[in-house]
């Protein structure tokens, strides 16, 4: 990560309409790991800001984590978000879309190219050119983390962009990334003082959480406890080994669960064994990245996995 410039000029452009906050959850362990990125016109996002950040002061808390989620605090806290993300959704004001993928082995081998390069195109083709209207131009403020390379992301998404033959050298160059999604800057911000970067973090670490525990959160609210196929023993021997964690944890899970059949917004729990929205086109959308057979090359991937179709992208 290029350390001291946080902000990063994309064009001479001096203004833009949207924005989007991303961060990562369980981005360096785990089978399952995510991206989420809220994307909104820069209006909406002061209003969000301003009752985001009334939430967090009734509470006392400075910034919002999911893995601060481990006791009553925290769960009320991210049970206020969640509403207040809903009903902003609903409106249609916001999208949160979160990428969902696999940490257990390597979706490429080609130099340079690593699972945050191709998971941020995805987010970016999909969300910023398929789910947003034309003639809209972006600021990205990823939250800041040690071990993601901005500025080598920045450099895959040009050459993976569309006219890469028309890049220039230097520093004045027009980067693809103005010329096919939009983006004139990105900026890296502390969440803490960024409060609409906690909304993407609690929404990643939900959309992890869901699939790698989603077994055991079966076991607690799915069907074996429904139709009493668990005798009451069973039950108690189950909620016994649940951590306190694991409890508020599941208990946010299923509470977003209801909350999402409720106001009909398609996020499904059980269909694909996690949180999954089969419309991606719908204002909440959780999906999860497929990959190919290891031994394809680099150029097949950008080619075939980019496009998406269907709950995927």
């Known amino acids: ?28 362990k785990g089978e399952y790991r995510s991206i989420s990125l809220l994307t909104l016109n820069v209006e909406t996002a002061k209003q969000l800001r301003r009752e985001l950040t009334d ?29 207040l993300v809903i009903e902003f959704a609903l409106k249609n004001k916001i999208r949160v879309d979160t990428i969902i993928y696999s940490g257990t082995r390597r979706v490429s081998k ?57 890049l220039t050298r230097g520093r004045k160059r027009l980067l693809q990334l103005v010329k096919n999604f939009d983006i004139v800057e990105i900026e890296e911000v502390d969440s803490k003082k960024e409060k609409l970067s906690q909304i993407p973090d609690l929404f990643a670490g939900l959309a992890a959480f869901s699939r790698l525990s989603y077994s055991k959160y079966l076991r607690q609210h799915g069907t074996l406890k429904r139709y009493g196929i668990l005798s009451e023993q069973e039950e108690n021997e189950q909620e016994e080994r649940l951590t306190g964690r694991e409890r508020y944890r599941f208990k946010l899970l299923e509470y977003f669960n209801r909350c999402c059949k409720k106001h009909k917004l398609g996020v499904s729990l059980k269909s694909s064994g996690g949180l999954w929205t089969p419309n991606p086109s ?17 150029k097949q991937v950008l080619l075939s996995h980019f496009e998406g179709g269907g709950g995927n992208l």
């Open 110 to 166: 080609g130099k340079g190219v690593n699972i945050f390069q191709l998971m941020y195109y995805q987010l970016f083709k999909n969300v910023l050119i398929k789910r947003w209207q034309a003639n809209i131009s972006w600021k990205l403020f990823p939250d800041k983390q040690s071990n993601i390379n901005w500025d080598k992301i920045k450099e895959f998404l040009d050459l993976a962009s569309f006219d890469a033959g028309k």
């Open 282 to 298: 719908k204002p909440i959308n959780f999906w999860t990245f497929k990959e190919q057979s290891s031994n394809e090359k680099t």
């Open 1 to 28: 990560m290029a350390r001291g410039r946080n902000a990063k000029k994309m064009t001479a452009r001096e203004t833009f309409t949207h924005v989007a906050y991303s961060d990562e959850a369980y981005y360096s």
């Open 55 to 83: 939430i967090l002061k009734k509470f006392d808390i400075s910034e919002f984590k999911w893995k601060k989620v481990k006791g009553a605090k925290y769960y009320q806290c991210a049970e206020e978000i969640l509403d």
